[in-house]
T-cell receptor, first 109, second 119 residues
Framework: DAKTTQPPSMDCAEGRAANLPCNHS???????VYWYRQIHSQGPQYIIH?????ETNEMASLIITEDRKSSTLILPHATLRDTAVYYC??????????WGAGTKLIIKP | GAGVSQSPRYKVAKRGQDVALRCDPI?????LFWYQQALGQGPEFLTY????????KSGLPSDRFFAERPEGSVSTLKIQRTQQEDSAVYLC?????????????????FGPGTRLTVT
């Protein structure tokens, strides 16, 4: 079973920030939080990952709560091309990640 | 640069046929993963290679599934006597655990997948 809980779907207006929540209440101390996305008919694409500290890269920001039981992926200025299924995954390394069903994010013009 | 490629992109097989799915990882990537993705679900881990060694095959659903990576680069996933429940997208991913850069060490690069339909 997936170790994370995500809403099945979300909408966001184009140009606004998209905030995707993820609960991982059973995360252990040395497990990372990974985010991938999958655009329709393509393979998944890595976005970002973190352990304890918040992380930012050119694609997104990852905010992890102090107790590490939840996190939020932030796409600062969503575009139509960000429409995809977003997966939040918890694992010890990038080996044998257990994926859930993800959040289908729809960006609306 | 070239990413992960998979072939064929689409495969239709009659029940009972054997199929072979090919994955060409990014050159030099040590790790290679196979996943099965059913419609509307996230990918499910099948097996993991480090170079030519198959370190984990715990996700293979039955002994009809077999994967190999004989020279540590190209990998083949073979399914014998296909069943309808084998219909899915089969994804291959590679990563380079030797990279010092933190992001690239932990990032899996996925191919486009092979959609297998068993009729």
């Amino acid at each position: 079973d997936a170790k994370t809980t995500q809403p099945p779907s979300m909408d966001c207006a184009e140009g606004r920030a998209a905030n995707l929540p993820c609960n991982h209440s059973t995360i252990s101390g040395n497990e990372y939080v990974y985010w991938y996305r999958q655009i329709h008919s393509q393979g998944p694409q890595y976005i970002i990952h973190g352990l304890k500290n918040n992380e930012t890269n050119e694609m997104a920001s990852l905010i992890i709560t102090e107790d590490r039981k939840s996190s939020t992926l932030i796409l600062p200025h969503a575009t139509l091309r960000d429409t995809a299924v977003y997966y939040c995954i918890v694992g010890l390394s990038n080996y044998q990640l257990i994926w859930g069903a993800g959040t289908k994010l729809i960006i609306k013009p | 640069g070239a990413g992960v490629s998979q072939s064929p992109r689409y495969k239709v097989a009659k029940r009972g046929q054997d199929v072979a799915l090919r994955c060409d990882p990014i050159s030099g990537h040590v790790s290679l993963f196979w996943y099965q993705q059913a419609l509307g679900q996230g990918p499910e881990f099948l097996t993991y290679f480090q170079n030519e060694a198959q370190l984990d095959k715990s996700g293979l659903p039955s002994d009809r599934f077999f994967a190999e990576r004989p020279e540590g680069s190209v990998s083949t996933l073979k399914i014998q006597r296909t069943q309808q429940e084998d219909s899915a997208v089969y994804l291959c991913a590679s990563s380079d655990l030797t990279r010092i850069d933190r992001r690239t060490r932990y990032e899996q690069y996925f191919g486009p997948g092979t959609r297998l339909t068993v009729t």
